[in-house]
């Protein structure tokens, strides 16, 4: 009994990795859809803004702001509306974790 316990328990702990794993690829491709303005990863090409390694609350609080209409914008107001305010924190802690 002791022994199959433990191969539950191992089961488990995989099934819980194998959760945070798809969460942060789940990430990844909410974050993909931003690479063809803010480059990838979040670097950016001159002439548009790089995301990457700007601090999570800054970029959560545009995003935010974005998607409220409060931060004057072209096609960003648009593009937040289509996440949560979960996934935009989310994403936002994605760009900041990333090298500038
Ligand atoms: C079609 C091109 C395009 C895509 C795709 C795009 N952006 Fe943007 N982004 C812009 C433009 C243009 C601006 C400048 C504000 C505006 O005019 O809307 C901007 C501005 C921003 C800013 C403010 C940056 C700053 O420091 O002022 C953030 C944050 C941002 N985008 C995040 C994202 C995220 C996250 C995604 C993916 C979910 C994304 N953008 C996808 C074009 C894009």
Not at 47 to 66: E, R
């Amino acid at each position: 009994m002791a022994i199959s316990k433990k191969w539950l328990a191992a089961g488990v702990l995989c099934a819980l990795a194998a959760g945070a794993q798809a969460q942060v690829n789940q990430i990844k491709v909410w974050a993909a859809a931003c690479a063809n303005c803010h480059g990838t990863d979040g670097r950016a090409e001159p002439g548009a803004v790089s995301l990457a390694g700007q601090s999570k609350d800054d970029l959560t609080q545009k995003l935010l702001d974005f998607k409220a209409g409060k931060r004057p914008a072209t096609i960003m107001h648009q593009l937040a509306k289509g996440y949560s305010d979960e996934q935009l924190t989310q994403i936002a802690g994605y760009f900041a974790a990333q090298k500038k």
